[in-house]
């Protein structure tokens, strides 16, 4: 097995050091899921809930976690990403909000970190603003999807765990 990143020799924690690392494209895309009822679904499709307009604010919301994903992680770099953008599919059969996120930079280190909180940001908004009318959400397969540059290349999800969706 290889050593985890993050500890040293003695098994103490550490930031890991990317000072000589080149500057490189880096692209990271997650995904995730809000779990609802119909009603809740359907409240949020017509703009019909108390806390206004849902998926601009969570779409914010991601876009803002990104950003801060250094300040939120103890050991995640500070990031200069150059790029960040969210999705939200309405899935009426499930019924779920599905979440993606596309975090891109240049730079010593990749933005898995960034993508993956982006999402669960996102979802935690949702969740915010629909639970006057449905504490039963769930949040659920939150997963990394691909990222791509770097020395490790490139990574692309064949399926998630739970659902058996493709990436």
């Known amino acids: 097995m290889d050593k985890l990143s993050h500890l040293n020799d003695e098994g103490l924690v550490q930031m890991v050091d990317v000072t000589g690392k080149a500057n490189t494209p ?54 200069g990403v150059t790029s ?41 908004t949702v969740y915010d603003m629909c639970k006057a009318v449905d504490k039963e959400m769930i949040i659920e397969d939150i997963v990394l999807l691909e990222k791509s540059g770097g020395k490790s290349g490139t990574f692309i999800r064949k399926r998630t765990r739970r659902t058996g969706d493709a990436s």
Request: proline content about 3%; some cysteine.
């Open 84 to 124: 960040v953008d969210l999705e939200f599919t309405l899935d009426r059969k499930k019924p779920r909000v599905i979440i993606s996120s596309r975090v891109q930079t240049v730079g010593q280190t990749g933005v898995e970190m960034e993508a993956l909180t982006a999402v669960s940001i996102a979802a935690l």
């Open 26 to 79: 880096r692209t990271a895309v997650a995904r995730g899921e809000v779990r609802m009822k119909s009603a809740t679904l359907e409240l949020l499709e017509k703009g019909r809930l108390e806390k206004g307009n849902v998926l601009t604010t969570a779409k914010i919301a991601g876009i803002m976690a990104a950003k801060k994903t250094g300040e939120l992680i103890p050991l995640c770099h500070p990031l």
